[in-house]
T-cell receptor, first 108, second 113 residues
């Protein structure tokens, strides 16, 4: 299979701070998604980003497929950003692999 | 709301029993995927169906089976349940056969006592 590693595993921020979450993968992938799992367990789509850069409000993501990593940027963090952030990749046009997640806690 | 629905939301059962989890994809989506999220294994891909046909298998146990019906809803059957099967089970759907954005349902929380 493929290894998908996310860092950092845990992150504590003060409200208003910026952060960068990283997703490394050990082989070429077909696509990549970022999700936010809120405290109620719901997985919310953030970005579908096999390559390039996308922005959505305070969030943006960049995937550099040739170097096998993706970054998720959160600016001006809010308490509602708390939860776990996952990246997931499609490998060999066949199976999906999730990273172990970054647990974010934004304090007021 | 992603448009993917899952029932039931919660399920409590005993070891050795059998349960069925149900998923309805977003309108227009032909693919359904099942995932298991447990504390020790994280989020794991179980199986993928496209338009009624099985397309890919992940870490799905032999005690588990799934199918996708002509109306495109899917069911995940878990049998001979063990304590370790307690987990959150997600269904996701996408438009195409594989390389498309997936949208997740709210999940079914299974507790095996």
């Amino acid at each position: 299979g493929i290894q998908v590693e996310q860092s950092p595993p845990d992150l504590i921020l003060q409200e208003g701070a910026n952060s960068t979450l990283r997703c490394n993968f050990s082989d070429s992938v077909n696509n990549l998604q970022w999700f936010h799992q809120n405290p109620w367990g719901q997985l919310i789509n953030l970005f579908y980003i096999p390559s390039g850069t996308k922005q959505n409000g305070r969030l943006s993501a960049t995937t550099v497929a040739t170097e096998r990593y993706s970054l998720l940027y959160i600016s001006s963090s809010q308490t509602t950003d708390s939860g776990v952030y996952f990246c997931a990749v499609l490998y060999n046009f066949n199976k999906f692999y999730f990273g172990s997640g970054t647990k974010l806690n934004v304090k007021p | 709301d992603s448009g993917v629905t899952q029932t039931p939301k919660h399920l409590i059962t005993a070891t050795g029993q059998r349960v069925t989890l149900r998923c309805s994809p977003r309108s227009g989506d032909l693919s359904v995927y099942w995932y298991q999220q447990s504390l020790d294994q994280g989020l794991q891909f179980l199986i993928h169906y496209y338009n009624g046909e099985e397309r890919a298998k992940g870490n799905i146990l032999e005690r588990f089976s799934a199918q996708q019906f002509p109306d495109l809803h899917s069911e995940l059957n878990l049998s001979s349940l063990e304590l370790g099967d307690s987990a959150l089970y997600f269904c996701a759907s996408s438009v195409g056969s594989i390389n498309n954005e997936q949208f997740f349902g709210p999940g079914t929380r299974l507790t095996v006592l």
